[in-house]
């Protein structure tokens, strides 16, 4: 994942994926802003998110 506005990139695991969005497992997610770009590689320009929900280590996000 890359922050918008930002080169900072975050791995993460993608733990369900739907046509609509996503469950994400980030080991700090207290970094992750509201919205963010997930990309599946380097060159890929990825999926525009918004943060849906947190639990503990888990992300839902909506894809936008």
Same mark, same amino acid.
């Given at each position: 994942?890359?922050?918008?506005?930002?080169?900072?990139?975050?791995?993460? $695991?993608?733990?369900?994926?739907?046509?609509?969005? %996503?469950?994400? !497992?980030?080991?700090?997610?207290?970094?992750?802003?509201?919205?963010?770009?997930?990309?599946?590689?380097? $060159?890929?320009?990825?999926?525009?998110?918004?943060? %849906?929900?947190? !639990?503990?280590?888990?992300?839902?996000?909506?894809?936008?």
């Amino acid at each position: 994942m890359s922050l918008e506005g930002d080169f900072a990139a975050r791995k993460c $695991t993608v733990v369900d994926i739907s046509e609509n969005g %996503a469950k994400l !497992k980030i080991e700090d997610p207290q970094f992750i802003r509201p919205q963010f770009r997930l990309k599946f590689s380097r $060159t890929d320009h990825g999926r525009r998110c918004k943060v %849906a929900w947190r !639990k503990g280590l888990l992300l839902g996000v909506e894809f936008l």
